[in-house]
């Protein structure tokens, strides 16, 4: 396997990322690729990122990771995370990875979690060279995903307080409200060894908002005839269940939905291996590696 370090641009940002190419290509090949997509305020270097890329150059195709702008190495203010500005950047990055010597440009996927998943499945349905998505633990509706995130009366009314006290803030001084990271993303505390450290852990309330905006239900039945795989534990402790559900009710066929029961949120990083065989054998039916395409 090779590991080639890149930067590419993105809205004048400069953002840092890496491309794997599996072991054994022959001189002029060009692989299918998958983008791995981090989550919220983490970085390419995430359990959740590395695994699956691990597993697709297992199974031959090219990967490449980065940084989201503001995240990691990348340029950005740091804690603003704009949800239509990640989906740019995805594109900017397939725009980088198609122009790869060794990667078929016509056959990049777009695989995230979390977060990430939102930004994997919206890009899908807005930049048609997106060949097939795979949205693992994501979300369609912000606002119905904040309503289950924060379920009580109380805490709701906090959240919403916040987004509100966010513009009132950023109106009166120009800058903006900053945020703990669990007060926008609750996540139980048997969970958060997941979180990589170096994780963003303030947040612009703008982030909040543009989350809450977010709508990838919207979009997504736009992605067919591409196939579409979508993941979620049955127990999720941080993205409610239903939005994987809202999603599968709003795409077109082929799509693919699989609830796991022994699984949480970070279901890449801990490594369920029915996880990996069931991405395995839809890969082999909608997006295999294929046979060897070389370069004239």
């Given at each position: ?25 022959e ?6 690729a ?43 203010p ?8 990640q ?8 725009t ?6 060794n ?13 990430g ?45 916040m ?14 409200l ?32 543009s ?47 699989h ?22 054998n ?6 295999p ?8």
């Open positions: 396997m090779s590991d080639e370090s890149i930067t590419f641009t993105s809205k004048g940002l400069k953002l840092v990322g890496n491309i794997q190419l599996p072991a054994g290509m001189r002029g090949e060009k692989r299918p998958f983008i791995v997509l981090h989550g919220f305020g983490s970085t390419r270097h995430a359990g959740n990122v590395k695994q699956p890329c691990a597993l697709l150059d297992k199974l031959g195709y090219a990967t490449m990771r980065f940084d989201m702008p503001g995240c990691g190495d990348s340029e950005g740091r804690g603003r995370l704009i949800c239509l500005d989906v740019q950047a995805t594109s900017d990055a397939l980088t990875l198609s122009q790869h010597p990667v078929d440009g016509a056959r990049i996927a777009v695989l995230g979690s979390s977060f998943a939102a930004v994997a499945v919206y890009c899908g349905g807005v930049d048609k060279r997106v060949a097939a998505v795979v949205s693992a633990s994501g979300w369609g509706h912000g606002e119905r995903k904040f309503q289950k995130q924060h379920p009580t009366p109380e805490g709701y009314a906090k959240f919403t307080a987004l509100a006290e966010g513009k009132a803030h950023r109106a009166r001084t120009g800058e903006p900053m945020v703990p990271r669990y007060d926008i993303v609750p996540i139980p505390e048997h969970l958060r060894g997941h979180v990589l450290p170096g994780s963003i852990q303030m947040f612009e309330a703008d982030t909040a908002q989350m809450f905006d977010f709508q990838a239900n919207s979009v997504i039945g736009n992605i067919a005839p591409r196939p579409v795989l979508l993941l979620h534990s049955s127990d999720d402790h941080v993205t409610p269940v239903e939005q994987s559900i809202e999603l599968f009710a709003h795409a077109s066929q082929p799509a693919e939905m609830l796991f029961a022994d699984t949480d949120h970070f279901m890449f990083a801990e490594g369920n291996t029915r996880v990996h065989h069931v991405v395995q839809w890969l082999t039916r909608y997006f590696a294929g046979a060897k395409q070389v370069a004239a």
